[in-house]
């Protein structure tokens, strides 16, 4: 139990275009999701805590006009990154949380790399 | 401020034990989380300790002392498959994972 899903797994875009990544819990309805973004050889870095039907709280210094995030049902968030830039390259892991200990089960992830 | 601590890297021997110590501070504490996370893949859940003591699952076991701001997961007969970075996460408050840079574990024959 406990699946979450995130599609694509790896995304390669022109630099300016906008990519969605979606996130699924599979077996479970997930109040709160959450969306990291994590550098090569560094920790995850929470980007921004979303709730269903309302809008997601980001962190300090996470552009929300550019992180677009959307948790439209209690199975599925998506995080638009618009007008992407090279920089934007990275490990991008989304995380549903389950049960009453906190726990977080974490997606696949979803690489992209901006050209 | 919120900091948790552990080491940056260690090596161990296949078939052998290691300890992997974690300390925090953050503002409230509910609980300190274990993860894996092997290369390019994303963190998987090992063990979540909320009260003081050792708690043990298979090959691994996680200890807690919430008086002393400190963790440690311990894993015992290593095995190759377990060269992974090995992540600590309190949760503080507001019921926030807080997360370490983690410890890279490589294990060598």
């Known amino acids: 139990g406990a699946v979450v899903s995130q599609h694509p797994s790896r995304v390669i875009c022109k630099s300016g275009t906008s990519v969605k990544i979606e996130c699924r819990s599979l077996d479970f309805q997930a109040t709160t999701m959450f969306w990291y973004r994590q550098f090569p050889k560094q920790s995850l870095m929470l980007m921004a805590t979303s709730n269903e039907g309302s809008k997601a709280t980001y962190e300090q210094g996470v552009e929300k006009d550019k992180f677009l995030i959307n948790h439209a049902s209690l199975t599925l968030s998506t995080l638009t990154v618009t007008s992407a830039h090279p920089e934007d390259s990275s490990f991008y892991i989304c995380?549903?949380?389950?049960?009453?200990?906190?726990?977080?089960?974490f997606g696949p992830g979803t690489r992209l790399t901006v050209t | 401020g919120q900091n948790i601590d552990q080491p940056t890297e260690m090596t161990a021997t296949e078939g052998a034990i290691v300890q992997i110590n974690c300390t925090y501070q953050?503002?409230?504490?509910?609980?300190l989380f274990w993860y894996q996370q092997h290369a390019g893949e994303a963190p998987t859940f090992l063990s979540y300790n909320v009260l003081d003591g050792l708690e043990e699952k298979g090959r691994f076991s996680s200890f807690l002392s919430r008086s002393k701001g400190y963790s440690y997961l311990l894993l015992k007969e290593l095995q190759m498959k377990d060269s992974a970075s090995y992540l600590c996460?309190?949760?503080?408050?507001?019921?926030?994972?807080?997360w370490g840079a983690g410890t890279k574990l490589i294990i060598k024959p």
């Open positions: 953050t503002s409230g504490f509910n609980g």
């Open positions: 996460a309190s949760l503080d408050s507001n019921y926030q994972l807080i």
């Open positions: 995380s549903a949380g389950a049960g009453d200990r906190y726990e977080q089960y």
